[in-house]
């Protein structure tokens, strides 16, 4: 019979943290508009793109013009289409935590907590000026609209717009309160022209209204009684808001009412996090599936929302540790999608086709549902996973994949010894992929394993049992 083999992660209340996981595996769905799942494929891998040679974390990537604009450490350089970098001289006052980047097409404004940069650039050589304009507050987030920067300011309600077109003039009565509850503003966020003002617990969306005084003022009923848990959390994608909230779920804005997207089992794991405040979020687009991408660092952990299905899925990096996803910020650029390692000074390229991390091993792991039939003995005779069978490589590691499967009879606390499989050599289409006298238990779950660098996709699973008597 075939069984609910593939899917998303913790799609179901559980605090086993073995329990239904999809790692490095995303879902996808019948093309027909349907929602049943069709099969598993690989997230991309990170093929290097620029490696800067330095121990350091990528901490921002912006475009502007014909120029990717990086934050590598406390060095800020400008790279061309071919990858080609050249440094500013003077550096950042920081090293280390991710950075918010806005442009105007002439300047890129960098903001790291606690001060306010300007970039320029002459012939594809930056220069970076600190902002020193006594009116400029302590940033705690930066956005762009209309020609104006917008920065909230750190414990405070209240944001501030730079002149115009001019990120390094500020003036001390160029600012505006969240007025809809007194409430410190965490971050800012300008999507489709609309200012949205993310608060302790509460978020407001504002808009330009071209007054002469004060350009920005607040929607009518644009109020949200959910505020933001994590600056770096928001991002835009799909023509949509999402953020991690200061209750620790995560949120889609349709309109502006607030969706939770998480599942209850990913709340109760961010619920067990011991920091949520330094997670970091970023949206983009590929091959017609929309993610939404938030780590969180202290916890070491990586979860991904595809808003084309609506599943869940994990990413992990460093196999076999599987610590968070390597990916650090994100950014599109030469019809590339450009993604900063969290601290080798690399920059890679999501890559569809590849199926390593750099030159390191990209695991892959399913496991699926408890398997139980009314807690009565099951006897099982053989488990089949549909593979798309026939992608060995022509040489090296890959030539003749395998898939290792294990199963837990104890709700994942412990599990069996590794039982390695082929997948199928090149160009073995028709190769079946089956374990055979596997035992008996009252519950059980299993778990298969991919490390050869191939494309694995999982397109469901059968298993032939008999149900006991008692």
């Known amino acids: 019979m075939q069984i609910n083999f593939i899917g998303g992660a913790y799609t179901a209340r559980s605090t086993n943290l073995n ?125 762009y609209q209309d020609g104006y920067f917008i920065v909230s300011k750190e414990d405070s309600d209240r944001f501030y717009i730079s002149a115009i077109n001019d990120g390094t003039s500020w003036n001390s009565l160029d600012y505006a309160s969240a007025e809809g509850r007194s409430d410190n503003l965490v971050s800012c966020l300008s999507d489709h022209r609309e200012l949205w003002l993310f608060g302790e617990e509460t978020t407001e969306v504002w808009y330009n209204s071209g007054n002469a005084d004060f350009p920005f003022q607040r929607f009518e009923g644009a109020f949200l009684e959910i505020g933001c848990g994590a600056k770096h959390s928001p991002a835009k994608l799909d023509n949509m808001v999402f953020w991690l909230t200061d209750k620790g779920a995560i949120v889609r804005a349709v309109g502006y009412n607030p969706q939770i997207i998480s599942t209850r089992q990913i709340e109760y794991q961010i619920s067990q996090y011991s920091t949520i405040s330094d997670a970091i979020g970023f949206g983009y687009k590929q091959e017609g599936h929309a993610f939404y991408v938030l780590t969180f660092p202290t916890a070491n952990r990586t979860w991904v929302y595809d808003a084309a299905t609506g599943f869940w899925h994990e990413r992990r990096s460093k196999w076999p540790d599987m610590t968070r996803w390597r990916a650090n910020c994100y950014v599109f650029f030469n019809n590339k999608h450009l993604v900063g390692d969290m601290e080798n000074g690399k920059i890679y390229e999501l890559d569809t086709s590849y199926y390593k991390e750099d030159d390191q091993t990209m695991g892959c792991i399913r496991t699926c549902q408890v398997i139980h039939a009314d807690r009565k003995r099951i006897f099982f005779h053989s488990f089949e996973i549909d593979f798309e069978a026939g992608i060995g490589l022509a040489t090296g590691q890959g030539d003749d994949p395998q898939a290792m499967l294990q199963w837990s009879d104890d709700g994942g606390h412990t599990w069996s010894n590794e039982h390695w499989r082929s997948i199928g050599k090149i160009g073995e289409y028709k190769k079946r992929v089956i374990w055979r006298r596997l035992g008996q238990a009252r519950e059980r779950i299993f778990k298969v394993t991919i490390t050869d660098p191939v494309n694995r996709v999982i397109i469901g699973a059968h298993l032939n049992a008999t149900i006991g008597r008692s």
């Open 19 to 143: 329990a239904q996981q999809c790692i490095n595996l995303y879902p996808v769905i019948d093309q027909e508009g349907g929602k049943n799942v069709k099969a598993l494929y690989p997230t991309p891998g990170l093929k290097l793109w620029k490696d800067f040679q330095t121990v350091a974390e990528v901490r921002g990537l912006n475009v502007m013009g014909d120029y990717l604009i990086a934050v590598v450490g406390d060095t800020v350089y400008a790279l061309d289409k071919n990858g080609n970098a050249n440094s500013a001289s003077t550096t950042l006052n920081t090293s280390s935590g991710v950075v918010f980047m806005e442009n105007n097409g002439t300047q890129c404004m960098i903001v790291d907590g606690s001060y306010g940069y300007i970039v320029t650039l002459s012939g594809g050589t930056p220069t970076v000026t600190q902002i020193t304009d006594e009116d400029f507050p302590t940033p705690s987030s930066l956005t």
